[in-house]
């Protein structure tokens, strides 16, 4: 067991206009969310189901905010190309991704909350996107999704996990054990029990598409999963010092 894991974050802020340009503050905001959400600290724990309850995972995993890097650009848009990662496209250059988690906040459009990489990829591409409106719980960031929550999902993805439908029908794996089977993602905030594939789904897992306020845990199989990456010879061992 290698105890509390902890990654150094570079945050790469893209701005075309002052409001773009969040604060240190609102950057705080965002991480301190992850270190409450991959803790199993945060404080609407409390909300998940009976019936789930032996499943919470608590991650043991924390963050530190490495450096800011603040760029101003002329896109108003970024799109899911990977074109905010590069300086040659109006983005910011990936820095040191094989010891650190590198998070660009900027203007995705087309409604995009946020998108990840997952391990094995590209080192210039790996990462986390997220929307500058919904980065963080002040500032720019917009309800529903301004919890957050987006970025917990997104580190989920970076570390491994699936959605928790497997993005697929009910026999479709999400690689995760403890995790309900289901067919398709929830949205909203969903009322309990929700019954898909002759299960409750677990609607208040962080790796389905409900509001910010509406996701509060990650389950024992998906610390394991996550956690395995930084075991000997795992996908992500590097960002251990
Ligand atoms: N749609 C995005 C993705 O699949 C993120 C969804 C995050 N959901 C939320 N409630 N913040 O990666
Ligand atoms: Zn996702
Ligand atoms: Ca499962």
Redesign the pocket.
């Known amino acids: 067991n290698l105890g509390t894991i902890t990654i150094p974050v570079i945050v790469h802020v893209l701005y075309n206009n002052a409001t773009e340009n969040i604060s240190d503050q609102q950057i705080a905001s965002q991480i301190a969310v992850l270190n409450d959400d991959f803790s199993a600290t945060n404080n609407d724990i409390n909300q998940v189901p009976s019936l789930f309850s032996a499943n919470v995972g608590d991650v043991n995993i924390q963050f530190t905010l490495d450096r800011v890097i603040r760029k101003s650009t002329t896109r108003t848009s970024f799109g899911t190309n990977d074109a905010i990662k590069f300086d040659a496209q109006g983005g910011s250059d990936v820095v040191t991704p094989s010891t650190h988690l590198n998070m660009w906040v900027g203007d995705i459009g087309g409604g995009?909350?946020?998108?990840?990489q997952f391990p094995g990829g590209n080192a210039a591409t790996d990462g986390v996107v997220v929307g500058t409106a919904?980065f963080g719980t002040t500032g720019t960031a917009t309800a529903p999704?301004d919890g957050g929550?987006?970025m917990t999902?997104?580190v989920g993805?970076w570390l491994n996990l699936r959605?928790i439908w497997g993005d697929g029908r009910c026999k479709r794996d999400d690689f995760v054990a403890d995790t309900p089977s289901s067919d398709s993602p929830n949205y909203g905030c969903p009322s309990f029990p929700t019954t898909k594939c002759r299960t409750t789904d677990m609607t208040m897992n962080y790796m389905d598409?409900?509001?910010?306020r509406c996701?509060y845990m990650f389950t024992n199989g998906q610390s394991e999963r996550m956690r395995a990456l930084f075991a000997a010879g795992g996908a992500r061992e590097s960002i251990l010092p």
């Open positions: 995009i909350l946020g998108y990840a919904f999704f929550r987006t999902h997104e993805h959605h598409y409900v509001d910010d996701m």
